[in-house]
């Protein structure tokens, strides 16, 4: 399994941008597909967007279709998400995770970060 650490979140105003990025450590991260999903307090842990292994598909949630953009560098073993035009209702702790299968659920992605939290204040 891949160990995935998350860094970039922060605090931020309506309307700014951030930038997270995972650094994973194992020998085979370019044969996993790569997911970003967030979880806000008292919420179920949701998909935000995921990237396919060779960076040929991307998937995207609704809610931030046009705002966020997923990227991979195989050669660094990292994978980044820019979100741009935030809002509040992107306020969660936002997480980095590997599977082996094209997915978007949660119970398909076998390694995980510990998170970084994001806060976008109104």
């Known amino acids: 399994q891949e160990q995935l650490v998350e860094s970039g979140g922060g605090l931020v105003q309506a309307g700014g941008s951030l930038r997270l990025s995972c650094a994973a450590s194992g020998r085979t991260f370019s044969s996993y597909h790569m997911g970003w999903f967030r979880q806000a307090p008292g919420k179920e842990r949701e998909f935000v967007a995921a990237i396919s292994w060779g960076s040929i598909a991307r998937n995207y949630a609704d809610s931030v279709k046009g705002r966020f953009t997923i990227s991979r560098d195989n050669t660094k073993n990292t994978v980044s998400l820019q979100m741009n035009s935030l809002k509040p209702e992107d306020t969660a702790v936002y997480y980095c995770?590997?599977?082996?299968?094209?997915?978007?659920?949660?119970?398909?992605?076998?390694?995980w970060g510990q998170g970084t939290q994001v806060t976008v204040s109104s």
């Open positions: 995770a590997a599977a082996l299968i094209w997915s978007s659920q949660v119970k398909d992605f076998g390694s």
